[in-house]
């Protein structure tokens, strides 16, 4: 099958979250399967600095001008298509934040301009020679595509994924009237969104299939209280809506051959992580305290991430015997009050502000315990790099969270499949409640192996999830042929 991915990040190229990790490793497992997967995202400056471009196509038609610089995702033969063009995606920093952290004002412009380009891609206007069966776009950057798709005579089949309906690329009346859309997309029924223009409906309302990324996820958003205003819409699409859980793309995370650790270790040499959780004291500047687990956060720090509820019972947690290691960055509040903890608990915590993808790695090798307590989490990656990294998940039981971590309840340390730890009310109370009932179990070293072995030996791979994928292009295919 030939299929178009197109989105606004793919890891190596440019990352600031879990989609670029499955843009990178869903298409390769797809072309494993033996299919023509294509991506297209824009020539971020830091992206083209990534690889090297083999040949320049330059366009000018009905999407604007500017060029594809046609390379190869790293450690593949994928082919990828960065678009170029001065004004919309050469300059510096975040993808979709200026340097004060505020969306850049012409971010509706700039994916449109994506978006647009995805069409005559997907039409087989640039002279690429290439003639997709299937578009697979992703979240409201490319959320466009469907809906202008419609507009054709002719069009391959669409399927949306949506990877976080939190961000829904919601602008005003006025930009739409820029953006130059048709005016019939103007309607509750198409893009329009209580008065403003939705990009996220276009993918919503237009696609022949919506894919999520976990079974609890599909179901969350289709009520209130997770779907964030477009939970009457997602209902009226639930025939057309699955969630599908992502994978972990094994080139990248595991223990037995990643180099960014001090100890390469496996289910079958696990007393050997310890080495890890030494040189990670060592590295942040923690005492050596092997008694003491040592407990993980890496992520952005957002509101969705819960921080909150672990600022509301830091205090009280500080003073378990245990010692917190945090990698990240976002909210400046967050920020603060995470290190004023970390500068009154300095034996206690460690705290490094920013993004380092090594670091990430040594902090899932060295830790014990990880904490996702996620307000909502659509599927959330490191809870299963954790699980195959021998370190335990704590998450609140939301979403992907729910649905890829085994609680230590009775019955499941009896069955021995339990693999992590998880609550049910976002509260800081119940998130210490459950951190203290994983202390607990750390008194036992055989039963908090025999959970990290179960996790470790787990499968996480993307295989049976790019199955599913294929499956979904498929009816999205016969959807298109039928309409
Ligand atoms: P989200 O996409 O909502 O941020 P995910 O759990 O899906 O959450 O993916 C987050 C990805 O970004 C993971 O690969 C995680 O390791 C990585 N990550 C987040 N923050 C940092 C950071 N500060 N340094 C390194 N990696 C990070
Ligand atoms: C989003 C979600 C996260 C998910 C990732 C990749 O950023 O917040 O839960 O894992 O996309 O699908």
């Known amino acids: 099958m030939k299929i178009l991915f197109t989105c606004s990040e793919v890891q190596p190229l440019v990352k600031t979250g879990g989609l670029a990790d499955v843009a990178a490793s869903l298409p390769k497992a797809l072309a494993q399967l033996g299919h023509d997967v294509r991506i297209l995202l824009p020539a971020y400056p830091q992206a083209v600095a990534h690889c090297s471009i083999h040949a320049r196509h330059e366009f000018e038609g009905p999407a604007g001008a500017g060029a594809l610089l046609e390379t190869r995702l790293p450690g593949s033969d994928i082919t990828v298509w960065l678009l170029d063009a001065v004004w919309a995606f050469q300059r510096s920093g975040n993808p979709y ?13 700039r994916f449109a301009f994506l978006s647009r380009v995805a069409v005559e891609v997907a039409r087989n206007r640039m002279a690429l020679d290439w003639q997709p069966e ?60 209580f008065e403003q223009v939705s990009f996220m409906k276009g993918g919503l309302v237009y696609a022949d299939r919506i894919t999520t990324v976990s079974p609890s996820y599909a179901l969350e958003i289709t009520g209130p209280s997770f779907g964030c205003g477009l939970d009457g819409l997602l209902r009226q699409r639930s025939h057309d809506l699955v969630g599908i859980i992502n994978g972990v793309d094994d080139d990248e995370w595991n223990p037995a051959h990643d180099p960014h650790i001090a100890q390469r270790f496996t ?53 378990l015997p245990l010692q917190l290691v945090i990698l990240g960055s976002g909210h400046a509040a967050f920020e603060q009050a995470l290190e004023q903890a970390a500068a ?9 502000m920013g993004y380092d993808e090594g670091l990430a790695h040594r902090i899932e090798a060295g830790a014990n315990l ?28 939301v979403g992907g969270l729910r ?81």
């Open 403 to 483: 649905d890829t971590v085994v609680d230590a309840d009775d019955r499941a340390l009896l069955s021995g499949d339990a693999t992590g730890f998880s609550f049910h009310e976002a509260t800081g109370a119940c998130l210490l409640e459950t951190l203290k009932r994983a202390l607990g179990i750390w008194q036992y070293p055989d039963m908090w192996a025999r959970m990290a072995l179960k996790g470790m030996l787990k499968d996480f791979s993307w295989e049976a999830s790019a199955r599913q994928y294929l499956a979904q292009y498929e009816l999205a295919i016969r959807a298109r042929k039928s309409s």
């Open 97 to 109: 934040l200026d340097a004060s952290g505020m969306p850049w004002a012409d971010n509706p412009y």
């Open 267 to 319: 289910a079958q040499s696990f007393e050997s992580k310890a080495l890890n959780s030494r040189a990670l004291r060592l590295e942040l500047g923690l005492p050596e305290r092997p008694d003491l687990p040592l407990v993980a956060l890496i992520g952005r720090l957002v509101e969705q991430k819960g921080i909150d509820l672990i600022l509301d019972c830091l205090e009280a947690m500080l003073e």
């Open 344 to 352: 009154r608990y300095p034996e206690r915590m460690a705290i490094r």
């Open 134 to 193: 299937v578009v697979h776009c992703n979240d409201w950057q490319t959320a466009l595509v469907p809906a202008l798709l419609t507009l054709e005579d002719e069009r391959p089949a669409t399927l949306f994924t949506i990877h976080n309906l939190a961000y829904q690329g919601v602008f005003s009346a006025d930009v739409f009237q820029h953006l130059g859309l048709p005016e019939a997309f103007w309607h509750h029924q198409s893009l329009e969104f």
């Open 370 to 397: 990880f904490l996702m307590p996620s307000r909502f989490e659509p599927c959330g990656l490191n809870q299963m790099y954790s699980q195959k990294y021998g370190t335990l998940p704590l998450v609140h039981a």
